[in-house]
């Protein structure tokens, strides 16, 4: 006869084809989130911006000055009733601790790194492949970064639209406000990095080729 500690181990750890176990959940809640932080990083350093509400995040941190964890963090709360009236509970909890480790570890890698100075194009290609990984591993275990993202995973699952495509027209409008905070080559740049996140995620996001929840 199983223990109750056995019980409930096995119950964190029951993993199958259709669903997520809940350590499978927390791993990749906690790895979306790292990944995400990592390409935040390397688009703070070069400069950059980038759409969805990290975006109007930075433009908020570099108008104001005030830390970019503290922007996203906030920007995000209107967009939890969204995700509760849509998505269901679970999803905004996961979203909620996905963005407050990703505000968290978005103050505290890039002194840790010790990045000073990143090449624009490069920090926006590789920044935007390392967001659009994380925001990969977020989806598939059904969460998300908050705001566009909520609307974006919505809609896809609603309409079957790609969300990396809904969540690339949002980005465009949202990277074209930076006219008068940014350069030229910076804005194209920060639209480069906004194209290969999204087209890492409607390459790779689809419900009929990954079905567990």
Same mark, same amino acid.
């Given at each position: 006869m199983a223990t109750p500690t056995k019980s409930v181990f096995a119950t964190l750890m029951a993993s199958s084809a259709e669903r997520?176990?809940?350590?499978?959940?927390v791993q990749g809640v906690i790895s979306g989130s790292m990944l995400a932080a990592l390409g935040i990083t390397l688009l703070s350093?070069? %400069?950059? @911006?980038?759409? %969805?509400?990290?975006?109007?995040?930075?433009?908020?941190? /570099?108008?104001?000055?005030?830390?970019?964890?503290?922007?996203?963090?906030?920007?995000? @709360?209107?967009? /939890? /009733? @969204?995700?509760?009236?849509?998505?269901? @509970?679970?999803?905004m909890l996961k979203t909620f601790a996905a963005v407050a480790i990703t505000a968290t *570890?978005?103050?505290?890698?890039?002194?840790?790194?010790?990045?000073?100075?990143?090449?624009p194009l490069v920090g926006a290609l590789f920044g935007g492949l390392v967001i659009g990984a994380g925001l990969l591993a977020l989806f598939r275990h059904r969460a998300s970064l908050g705001g566009i993202g909520i609307l974006a995973r919505y809609l896809q699952d609603r309409? %079957?639209?790609?969300? %990396? *495509?809904v969540q690339l027209g949002f980005d465009c409008a949202i990277v074209a406000c930076s006219v008068f905070l940014a350069s030229p080559y910076i804005i194209a740049c920060s639209i480069a990095g906004a194209l290969v996140m999204n087209i890492t995620l409607a390459v790779n996001h689809r419900k009929d080729r990954y079905i567990a929840m």
């Open positions: 997520h176990s809940i350590a499978d959940d350093s070069a %400069g950059l @911006l980038t759409g %969805g509400v990290p975006g109007i995040a930075f433009l908020i941190h /570099y108008a104001t000055g005030f830390s970019f964890g503290a922007c996203f963090f906030a920007a995000t @709360l209107p967009f /939890y /009733y @969204l995700a509760f009236r849509r998505m269901g @509970l679970t999803f *570890l978005s103050e505290v890698v890039p002194p840790a790194l010790g990045l000073t100075q990143v090449d309409f %079957g639209w790609r969300a %990396g *495509l």
